[in-house]
């Protein structure tokens, strides 16, 4: 019942974008988004798409399949558009009977759509470049200065890969339990939102029984492997960074920059 | 290489508030020792104490009495608990529920990691055990794509790469298709000859038990029969008294012995018993 979301998903191919190192991916991402946020002006997302649109070249990824991905956001989007559009005071342009249209509110509600649209499309590229492994392991390295703060680091991204190897097990598992019941009648189709919720009650205790069961066969399965924490641990792929990794950085410092400069240097012509 | 003595393990129960309500003593008084480079099959029906015996020999589970040393080490020594997990490696019975990594060599470095290995030396030793179990071409994948034989080699390659002296494999092939608990029984044999292993195979299927170079049969946390799998294997009624079958071939042939056939007791093979039966129709004819 999940296959049809693209959304945040792996996108197997090989391309410079893939190649990168993984924490180039989360801070250019990182720095993308708030670079949606630095910028004000058309101008502005005019940069930020044409740099999007030229990663998205970089990655290889079909922009179809990108943007198939996007279905998953429409409803939130409309929301937030329709909010800034109707409820933003300012100079009245339209009146639709207690509902008004303001100028404010239609400029607004356009950037906000833009913002969203390029901060979504953004980060589903940081993970339809990067497995979810690579993902973790940038992050327990990002995260390595919080060590001094006895923030649990190492163990913060081995859950993280645990969760994420458990996940079609557990999908799996739904499914049997799902036909299981239906064998002895159970009705998961039924229209009525709260029958619905109700039969899923029978699913989720026998789910999370297993699922209790399987994290403790795990930690055995873990502890005989000699797993004691990162402490004196070594890396089967330990992450360095290559030339092409210092090369994206200053990339992404220039791109910045100039996001900062557009922000500051007043262009009367633009709205 | 193992050597137990008279070890004692109580489980403690507890009553619905948590407090200690009794005992359960799964293991109840059991010495023996396991020279290097044997191959030792526990059998016991459900509850025997089969599993629990396997926990205290890669320090899992500690002595409630007595002692257990792995290689000369005493498992009650908390400083040396991870030289022997090191050294007693283990294979659990569900394969989804030991591998660790999303990718095949990952999971086999798994091992190697925590124990701090350098870097390449990792790779090598991710590529010799996955090359050992035949499971080298499989490396990149997930493995949510293998059959249920194919993960549990990936399960014996990643113990391999911590370089143990012994296996211990608990009930390995319980959630297998024939096939694949045939690859898995191949696998335990070859690393027992060619790389000189201890393997001990906790087991319930019969057939796997013959190639053993011993057999204990465990019930009620005592050792109830050992020996070599053809003396164990003859005494069929015994074997039947402790809720456990005799390999068919065995069977077939003590039957054929109760109706008066001449076939000697512990028949293991389909070929031995033929040769049994083509050498008595020989003797009928003259």
Redesign the interface.
Known sequence: MFKDITLGQYYQTDSLLHRLDPRVKIVGTLAYIISLFVVDSFVGYLVCALFLFTMIGLSNVPVGYIVRGMRAILILLLITMAFNLFLTPGEVLVTIGFLKITKQGLSFAVKMAIRLSLLVIGSSLMTLTT???QLTDAIESLLNPLKRLRVPVHEIAMMM??A??FI??LMEETDKIMKAQIARGADFESKNLIKKIKSLVPLLVPLFISAFR?AN??A?????????GGA???????LVYQGRDHGAYFILLAYFAVCIAIRLVPLPFLV | MIKISKLIHDYIQRDEEGNPSGTIRAIDDVSLDVSPGQFIAILGHNGSGKSTLAKHLNALLFPTEGAVWVNGMDSRDQSLLWDIRQTAGMVFQNPDNQIIGQVVEEDVGFGPENMGVPTEKIWQRVEESLKTVGMYEYRKKSPNRLSGGQKQRVSIAGVIAMHPKCIIMDEPTAMLDPSGRADVIKAARKLNLEENITIILITHYMEEAIQADRVFVMDNGKIAMQGSPREVFSQVERMQELHLDVPQVTLLGHLLRKKGLEIPEGILTREELSDVLKKLKKGNRQ
């Open positions: 497995t979810p492994n890969s645990i994420l190897r079609p097990i399987r066969d795990l055995m399965a873990m502890e005989a492997r000699c797993y004691r004196g641990r070594t890396k089967m792929k330990p």
